[in-house]
């Protein structure tokens, strides 16, 4: 337990210094008001609980939420949440306050009150938001508008978690536990771990905007066969071959976007668990990364990235609604059966069904919303790995680094080309959903 104490601690002070060093840059509004911090913030106590990737979508989406209805409410050039976002009502408690208080950082600290209120070691964030009264004080802020502004963020996030309640998430541990099928091409726990399956029943959790789990389903799948002549078969043997022959860059890709918050080895009798961010939390730290080198307005970034959480949440939704309902075998378990009982992927296998890849699913998804908003050719270098472990990389557009983060299951050996590609596909479908909604809200392009 001390050891493991240290090592956070060590991880906390790296991450921390990070972010103070992505600071450097240019900004159009203070310091103190980055909103990477608070999204960083957020990520290292969902690294700390090991939240599972569909479960990280859902908190970072609502965390975002009460500072966005606070933007919106100062900003009539900001759509409100319920022009887009189902069964989410007006909050009149924000558009009734006569106190005076700055909204930008009443909606910074609704960001850590909500994740506070709403993640299993939210407590955590305490420090985190006496750190930011500090540090307002600190840059002269009157202290009537710091605790005004508290107070306006304490109601903004309130009404979020009210919200969050009616989504169904508190239900799943009331539905029916999860037998894997011992079926021919049905998935089953894979090695080290032979993890449970990743929440079963999250089809039953509320999407955002898109009409429901269902509504972006992707093409009926190639059959399971055994056959060696068959089209499963050569799925399968693609992604075999594969592995024999990766290239320094393909093992580098599979690596960069690993973003596994499971992740297991073993040494002798010993399991070694290693936290990383997740899929999700990845897009989520591209997404504040580039509104900053775009140099977007404090009111545009939590615009951004708030809709950037809304994606990915619904995104996760569609993926693990088809991923329970095809349920079908990893390549793992195909190989080691009947092909090679010694061969391992270079990436561990998540614990949940194969199809659709969920890494192409969100990763389209929000290359797509990113591309509306801030164009097709914005290059940047995504190093938001760095304290995670990975080193970073360049991309031309957000199509391009989708792209590689898809293909990167394959090279990692945990998923077949169809479920990529049709991923792919699934991801953009959804995105152009939401795209849709937002469009006719009337939230336009940030840059032309």
Request: with cysteine; aromatic share 12%.
């Amino acid at each position: 337990m001390k050891i493991l104490k240290q090592s956070l601690i060590i991880f906390f002070v790296f991450a921390c210094q990070y972010c103070q060093a992505q600071s450097t840059k240019r900004t159009p509004y203070p310091n103190y008001l980055q909103i990477n911090h608070a999204v960083n913030a957020v990520t290292m106590v969902m690294v700390h609980d090991v939240v599972s990737p569909p479960v990280a979508a859902r908190y970072y989406a609502y965390c975002m939420l009460g500072a966005y209805d606070i933007v919106s409410v100062n900003n009539k050039k900001i759509p409100a949440l319920n022009s887009f976002v189902k069964s989410y009502l007006p909050n009149n408690s924000l558009t009734d306050l006569t106190i005076k208080y700055d909204y930008k950082i009443a909606a910074y600290y609704s960001i850590l009150e909500t994740a506070k209120l709403l993640l299993p070691s939210g407590f955590m964030l305490s420090d985190d938001e006496e750190a930011f009264i500090r540090l307002l004080q600190k840059n002269g802020v009157d202290q009537n508008i710091i605790t005004n502004s508290v107070k306006v963020a304490e109601m903004a996030s309130a009404a979020i978690v009210a919200f969050s309640k009616s989504d169904h998430y508190s239900q799943l541990s009331a539905l029916r536990r999860y037998t894997p099928l011992k079926e021919d091409g049905k998935w089953y726990p894979t090695p080290p771990a032979y993890m449970e399956a990743v929440e079963p029943n999250w089809k039953t959790i509320r999407t955002l905007v898109i009409d429901s789990a269902t509504q972006y389903k992707p093409t009926p799948l190639i059959p399971f066969s055994k056959d060696s002549t068959s089209a499963f078969y050569g799925q399968v043997k693609a992604v075999y071959d594969a592995s024999k022959h990766l290239t320094p860059e393909q093992i580098n890709q599979a690596l960069f976007w690993d973003c596994n918050p499971f992740a297991v080895t073993t040494s002798g009798h010993m399991a070694i668990g290693y936290k990383k961010i997740s899929p999700g939390g990845h897009w989520m730290h591209i997404t504040a990364l580039v509104a900053k080198q775009a140099n977007l307005g404090f009111d545009e970034s939590i615009m951004l990235i708030s809709l950037e959480g809304i994606t990915l949440m619904d995104a996760f939704i569609s993926c693990w609604e088809e991923k329970f309902t095809s349920n079908r075998i990893r390549p793992e378990t195909f190989i080691n059966k009947y092909m090679d009982v010694k061969w391992q992927p270079l990436l561990q296998t998540p614990p949940f069904p194969e199809y659709t890849s969920g890494h192409a699913v969100i990763s389209n998804a929000s290359a797509e919303l990113l591309t509306y908003f801030l164009g097709d050719n914005f290059a940047y270098t995504d190093n938001t790995e760095i304290p995670f472990g990975s080193g970073q990389r360049n991309f031309k557009s957000f199509r391009e680094a989708a792209a590689e983060a898809s293909m990167s299951r394959f090279y990692g050996g945990i998923h077949y080309m169809e479920s990529i590609e049709k991923g792919n596909k699934q991801g953009k479908q959804i995105a152009a959903g939401i795209l849709y909604k937002i469009k006719k809200a009337g939230i336009e392009p940030l840059r032309k």
